[in-house]
């Protein structure tokens, strides 16, 4: 199995930063992409964050967060990084890291999430 282990929420004041860091470890064998998706309440998943391939991948970001958030990826650490500065209070919300990884068993490609980590940002 894959796991996906996120870190690094919290609370913090409007205008401040967070930095989110998701590791995966297990049977892996490649990791194709890794993002960060986000919740917030009665509103469905959407994309934050994404990237492709590894650390000088292509990226993908929300319009929401464009300017406001990096997202970077260590291919040894198989960890992908989510710094986030400017925060709003429209932030809050779960954050949920993804990773689509090819695993040693099968070397096909499958996709996975973390178990998520709350942002809330006060006014």
């Known amino acids: 199995q894959v796991q996906l282990v996120e870190s690094g929420g919290g609370l913090v004041q409007a205008g401040g930063s967070l930095r989110l860091s998701c590791a995966a470890s297990?049977?892996?064998?490649?990791?194709?992409?890794m993002g960060w998706f986000r919740q917030a309440p009665g509103k469905q998943r959407e994309l934050v964050a994404y990237?492709?391939?590894?650390?000088?991948?292509?990226?993908n970001y929300a319009d929401s967060v464009k300017g406001r958030v990096t997202i970077s990826r260590d291919n040894v650490k198989n960890t992908v990084y989510l710094q986030m500065n400017n925060l709003k209070p429209e932030d809050t919300a779960v954050y949920y890291c993804?990773?689509?990884?090819?695993?040693?068993?099968?070397?096909?490609?499958?996709?996975?999430w973390g178990q998520g980590t709350q942002v809330t940002v006060s006014s």
């Open positions: 993804n990773a689509r990884v090819v695993v040693t068993t099968t070397r096909k490609e499958y996709g996975y």
């Open positions: 297990g049977i892996i064998f490649s990791i194709n992409a």
């Open positions: 990237i492709i391939g590894g650390s000088g991948g292509s990226t």
